[in-house]
């Protein structure tokens, strides 16, 4: 199905390895309200500078208006396999409060959005964020305030077979093994390309 965890010998949690970004979605399968609750409490509880808590979250079940209107908003190419999703939603970060600017915002609304990605996993769901979507679109449609800025849309559903996606091309992309950088080149130490970790096999554990 395209679900396997990834083969990152560095002994991450389950919840991080199994992370990924189907396209593929089981349009016969629900989220659950119970589900988005606790997707949504994750999302509220992670980390923002200063405890500003800048993100927030416009929310549709398939079949009511919200999701409707979230759907339409979305580039031609993100609603065709979109349309399948159980909840589609769109991340935004509020830009000023009471005190003035909000800073690092779109910091804070991007890591609520990786609690509720995780959270997904650990409900056996399945998470694809988007830039793929008119936030102009989202303005007018949800009378968003000025200082509010739609950042993503996310869909959020049940994984289903790569076949869902019709085009052989789709399919091969969905079962494509997931690749990174290697640590080598993300983590410096002493000046910049000093790798901590030099490029290596992780050992064996034991």
């Known amino acids: 199905m395209g679900g396997e965890q990834a083969e990152t010998g560095a002994g991450l949690h389950d919840l991080i390895a199994r992370r990924r970004s189907p396209r593929a979605l089981d349009a016969m399968s629900e989220v659950t309200l119970d589900q988005l609750r606790r997707l949504l409490e994750a999302a509220r509880w992670a980390p923002s500078f200063g405890n500003t ?57 991007g890591l609520a959005a990786e609690n509720l990605a995780l959270q997904a996993v650990a409900e056996g769901l399945v998470v694809h964020q988007m830039a793929g979507f008119d936030a102009e679109q989202v303005r007018r449609s949800f009378a968003v305030p000025a200082d509010v800025e739609p950042l993503v849309a996310i869909a959020v559903g049940v994984q289903a077979e790569a076949e869902v996606l019709g085009e052989q091309r789709d399919v091969d992309r969905e079962r494509a093994p997931r690749s990174r950088l290697p640590l080598s080149d993300l983590a410096h130490t002493g000046t910049w390309g000093r790798p901590v970790f030099p490029e290596e096999p992780f050992p064996e554990e034991h």
Do not use: C, M
Not at 66 to 92: P, Q
């Open 53 to 109: 808590q800048p993100a927030r979250f416009l929310v549709g079940l398939r079949g009511d208006e919200t999701y409707d209107l979230i759907l339409a908003a979305l580039t031609e190419r993100n609603r065709s396999w979109a349309h399948r999703a159980g909840a589609l939603l769109v991340g935004l970060a509020v830009r000023r409060n009471a005190k003035g600017e909000v800073p690092y915002a779109e910091y804070g609304a």
